[in-house]
């Protein structure tokens, strides 16, 4: 059986191909187009993904989407009633959808897909991918991010071939959100620079730690933002209030100083962060008694909190897809398609992430025709490598397959 996972409706767009049980190719298709976080459908990785399966289009039994656009629409609705001030954020909700009905024309149109196209909730793929991706045959799952059906924060079980729920926390109360609003109060693109400001948090002191406390409060089963301080739920976007500007001054501008007050800011975002997402954990633990978890959505990139949370819970083991992000969506809605609506068994694990298309010598030979660059071929480039390193040259290392998610692991990697 061929199931094609496609994201198509939000950034970091790709596709994913299950053969049988086994996730055969994945990419995304910025690897193809070169637009960072894109948003174009992924036509190109579509198509290396049917060419790594030796498959035309109808060989593929289910497309699966990670999106249920109607739930988003009802659900946005439904906070708009009750805050009309929300009009501009659902405006853009209508708009949105609107789009997202389009893509599934012009997908429908494009390929002439005659077998079954479903639609999976966007945190259930999320937790597909990071729960199907493991070794583990019963885990609790955690997936945190901005948001995907009008859902920030999915609490559940993975057993067998079931995930079930235990918690949602529905937008606009959203750590994803939080963390991406003060990323771009700070001067970094949100969606992306969220790992600079992980980056530069521990440069700074906890100064502003009780004042980020108060924005975020801590429930029994989950949390609340005080949206005092935040004007994405009205507008949609990442903005702070006046509130928040009061409080911490004027934005920073992109690319200007940093200065030891953004350092304190990210100091205290990270921490305040950290301390959610393991009351989080804890509460997940505390219901299911699991010793392990999967953690997924973009917040699972979050390296440093996901230490915090294998240090600061009673869980043995943890497991995090490199894909976690939405990228990782696509692996995640054929998983989905698969186990949970198909009750396929589960075939194997995953044990790397190098999925996506290869070069070999003769396309490396290729690339350099027609253009004024020197060549030599290498009895041992790793030494060379270290020598121009100590040297303090930059590397571009390139090898074997391509890997999928934002972290280099290896294969595609800029070392210093």
């Not at 996972?5 to 767009?13: A, K, L, P, Q, R």
Request: charged share 25%; net charge positive.
């Amino acid at each position: 059986m061929n199931i094609l996972g496609i994201n198509c409706f939000s950034h970091d767009t790709s596709a994913a191909l299950l053969k049988d049980g086994t996730l055969l190719a994945f990419a995304e298709e910025e690897r193809f187009n070169r637009e960072k976080h894109t948003r174009q459908f992924p036509h190109q990785a579509i198509e290396f993904c049917l060419k790594k399966g030796s498959l035309s289009i109808n060989d593929v039994e289910y497309v699966a989407f990670p999106f249920i656009p109607i739930k988003d629409l009802q659900r946005g609705f439904t906070d708009f009633i009750r805050n009309p001030r929300s009009f501009l954020r659902f405006a853009g909700q209508i708009n949105f959808d609107y789009q997202l009905n389009k893509k599934m024309r012009k997908f429908k149109n494009k390929y002439n897909f005659e077998n079954h196209i479903v639609f999976v909730g966007h945190h259930e793929a999320h937790s597909a991918a990071s729960f199907y991706c493991s070794p583990f045959k019963e885990a609790a799952l955690l997936s945190i991010d901005r948001g995907g059906d009008y859902i920030s924060t999915f609490l559940g079980v993975g057993k067998g071939n079931e995930i079930t729920t235990v918690r949602e926390i529905k937008n606009p109360h959203s750590l994803g959100s939080f963390y991406s609003s003060i990323t771009n109060f700070l001067g970094f693109k949100p969606n992306g620079g969220e790992g600079k400001v992980m980056g530069l948090a521990p440069y700074g002191k906890p100064t502003f730690y009780n004042d980020f406390k108060k924005m975020i409060k801590l429930e029994e089963n989950g949390f609340k933002i005080d949206l005092r301080y935040f004007t994405y739920h009205l507008k949609g976007g990442y903005g702070v209030s006046k509130r928040f500007k009061k409080k911490f001054g004027l934005a920073r501008l992109p690319d200007s100083d940093i200065t030891r007050w953004d350092e304190d800011i990210a100091w205290s975002l990270q921490k305040v962060t950290e301390d959610v997402a393991i009351h989080l954990a804890n509460y997940l633990y505390k219901k299911t008694k699991l010793d392990y978890l999967c953690l997924s959505g973009g917040l699972a990139l979050n390296g440093v909190m996901n230490h915090a949370i294998r240090k600061n819970t009673p869980f043995k083991d943890i497991f995090i897809q490199p894909a976690a992000n939405d990228g990782g969506t696509s692996i995640g809605a054929a998983h989905y398609v698969r186990h949970v609506l198909l009750k396929k068994p589960r075939k194997e694990s995953f044990d790397h992430c190098y999925l996506g298309p290869a070069c070999d010598d003769a396309d490396i030979k290729k690339s350099f025709e027609g253009r004024n660059l020197k060549r030599s071929e290498l009895a041992n480039p790793a030494k060379k490598a270290a020598e121009l390193l100590k040297e303090g040259k930059i590397i571009v290392w390139f090898q074997g397959v391509m890997e999928g998610g934002p972290r280099a692991l290896g294969n595609r990697s800029i070392l210093a």
